[in-house]
């Protein structure tokens, strides 16, 4: 239980570092900063029906740190994306995408693993 509710306060805590990133970013572009918020809120979603486990949630969350470093490091380099970077961003969000659907839709999922006991 412990752990369950650590990354659900893990992910809530990097859906406000998005929140405030996307803000302060306001003058880009705002579909690649909307389709990580919105990647991150599947995740979440998922931890809490039980559908993701710990290790399944840790692997996609990794993945979404470095698709946001990636855009960063894009943004800092020069005078924003070019189209080359943001096809190359939105590729890696498509493949994030089809991650996070698959892992949510397999067979295996927390309350599986680690049956409750009944009272």
Not at 89 to 117: C, E, F, T, V, W
């Amino acid at each position: 239980m412990k752990k369950i509710s650590g990354l659900i306060f893990a992910a809530a805590l990097v859906l406000c570092g998005l929140a405030a990133d996307s803000h302060a970013q306001s003058r880009y572009p705002r579909s690649i900063n909307q389709r990580e918020a919105r990647q991150q809120r599947r995740i979440v979603s998922g931890v809490r029906s039980g559908r993701l486990t710990a290790r399944e949630t840790y692997r996609l969350e990794r993945n979404q740190v470095r698709i946001r470093r990636m855009e960063n490091r894009y943004r800092l380099s020069g005078n924003g994306l070019n189209r080359y970077e943001r096809a190359r961003l939105q590729r890696a969000l498509n493949q994030s995408s089809r991650r996070i659907y698959r892992q949510k839709h397999d067979r295996r999922n927390y309350s599986r693993q680690y049956p409750r006991r009944r009272l």
